[in-house]
């Protein structure tokens, strides 16, 4: 019972909180954009080194390229780490409703071999009471089989009787055509 409490419980805490995530194709949408700025922040990088190589201050060129990319690296690293965490959050939310369907489909499972085992004590509980009735009854029973010994007794000695009133069988005819 407990068990089906906690279940619930779960269940409910995990489908209201299910309700405020995004769907899988939206939380897809969202990786992709995050991998595709990952992508531009790394080619415009590659493409700030490649002009700064043709200026005459090189060095204090290609700091400035990479301290933009620390920025923008920064910024993309939070949009990422609050993503990941989300879907950490998610797949526990997964797990926590995974584990409140099977321990319901555990306590309906005990429930079903309780009622079987009640079942099978009730059955046995009638099949007792039965013998009991019919052991009850047994000088009945040895009635009815006197009973019936009687009647093939009955039986028996009218078949003897028709079989003593048999007349001997008659002679048997000729066979056709022996006669000529």
Known sequence: MTHRLLG????????????EWPSEEERLAESA??????????DAYKQDMRLCYQQFNVTSC????RDRRIEANAQLRKDELAHKDMERKINTDQVKQRMADRAL???????????????SKDREQRHADKLADHAAKGGNRE???????EAQAHRDNLEQKRR????????????????R
């Open 8 to 19: 619930l419980f779960l269940s409910g805490l995990v489908w209201s909180a299910q309700a």
């Open 105 to 119: 489909e555990q306590d309906q499972r005990q429930q079903e071999r309780e009622q079987a085992v009640q079942q």
């Open 33 to 42: 954009k995050l991998d595709a700025r990952r992508l531009a922040l790394e």
């Open 143 to 149: 009635a009815y089989e006197q009973k019936q010994r």
């Open 164 to 179: 003593e009133r048999v007349k001997p069988a008659a002679a048997t005819l000729p066979a056709p055509g022996a006669s």
């Open 62 to 65: 290609r700091l400035q390229a």
